[in-house]
């Protein structure tokens, strides 16, 4: 982290779906893997402001998305198996 007061926060989360129920769903963040999250479950971390790929997997469903996070800024983000 470049700048820890310019940070932006991202929470990601997944809610009780049953799609998955006994899985947990990989995520990435520009390549890397940062978390395994459960159902029923959230996630927070802090990133520089920028652009970022999101990668997040339960299964053979891959979801891809592009965050743009701005600095100070709060995101919370619904992690989605069918990726809507």
Do not use: H, K
């Not at 310019?6 to 997944?14: F, M, V």
């Not at 395994?36 to 053979?60: K, M, N």
């Amino acid at each position: 982290m470049t700048n820890p007061s310019e940070a932006a926060n991202i929470t990601l989360y997944r809610d009780g779906s049953l799609a998955g129920w006994f899985a947990t769903m990989r995520v990435e963040l520009d390549g890397q893997e940062i978390y395994r999250i459960g159902r029923d479950e959230a996630f927070s971390f802090t990133v520089d402001p920028g652009q970022y790929l999101l990668i997040y997997t339960l299964g053979f469903n891959e979801c891809r998305r592009i965050i743009w996070a701005d600095a100070r800024e709060n995101q919370r983000i619904r992690l989605s198996p069918t990726c809507t």
